[in-house]
């Protein structure tokens, strides 16, 4: 069982839609990344949260630490915003755990 | 500009040879960090450095080799006993071990 599981895997949206991706997670954590990675491999750092809510121009993460639960939302989505998204943990041990991602195609 | 950058973007090479991949950082960060993803897998940490002269084996180490004799460099050897080198590799560093990760462009290793 992996410690940090994504969903969905695959997700289309047409633009303009909201889009919500989740991250459930089974180790105790210290902080909770989202992370973008575009088709040419780099990623990217969006937010790094240990609790509430933060919020980046169309970007919104929340993370509920007693449910071990974190959401990532797109809103008003568009085509750029077509990517992976990956959820990532650093476990209280310092340790880092990835999601395998959520593959994104925003359709114009 | 600071940033990581990761040389070369694609490279290839024989099945029996070692190859050493670039891991460079300008933005003084004491800890680094080698990822491995493969299709359908999350990152998968193979070696981490906290500070220079210092190095840990990650979850998949067996087949590589890493040093850090300076802050700003961290370069990663596949050697030839790594059964499944075909992979794309990403760096990463920290301020320190623990915090917020910067990642380098990755470099695709495509072995025959």
């Known amino acids: 069982k992996n410690e940090v599981e994504q969903s969905p895997q695959n997700l289309t949206a047409q633009e303009g839609e909201f889009i919500t991706i989740n991250c459930s997670y089974s180790?105790?954590?210290?902080?909770l990344h989202w992370l973008q990675q575009h088709p040419g491999g780099g990623i990217v750092s969006l937010f790094m949260l240990s609790s509430g809510k933060k919020k980046h121009g169309r970007l919104i993460a929340t993370i509920n630490i007693q449910e071990k639960h974190s959401s990532l939302h797109i809103t008003a989505s568009h085509p750029r915003d077509s990517a992976v998204y990956i959820c990532a943990v650093r476990s209280t041990g310092n340790q880092f755990y990835f999601g395998t991602g959520t593959s994104l195609t925003v359709i114009p | 500009d600071g940033g990581i950058t990761q040389s070369p973007k694609y490279l290839f090479r024989k099945e029996g040879q070692n190859v050493t991949l670039s891991c460079e950082q300008n933005?003084?960060?004491?800890?680094m960090y080698w990822y491995r993803q493969d299709p359908g897998q999350g990152l998968r940490l193979i070696y981490y450095s906290q500070i220079v002269n210092d190095f840990q084996k990650g979850d998949i180490a067996e087949g590589y080799s890493v040093s850090r004799e300076k802050k700003e460099s961290f370069p990663l050897t596949v050697t030839s006993a790594q059964k499944n080198p075909t992979a794309f590799y990403l760096c990463?560093?920290?301020?320190?071990?623990?915090?917020?990760?910067?990642f380098g462009p990755g470099t695709r290793l495509t072995v025959t």
């Open positions: 990463a560093s920290s301020i320190a071990a623990g915090g917020e990760q910067y």
């Open positions: 180790v105790g954590i210290s902080a």
């Open positions: 933005l003084n960060h004491d800890a």
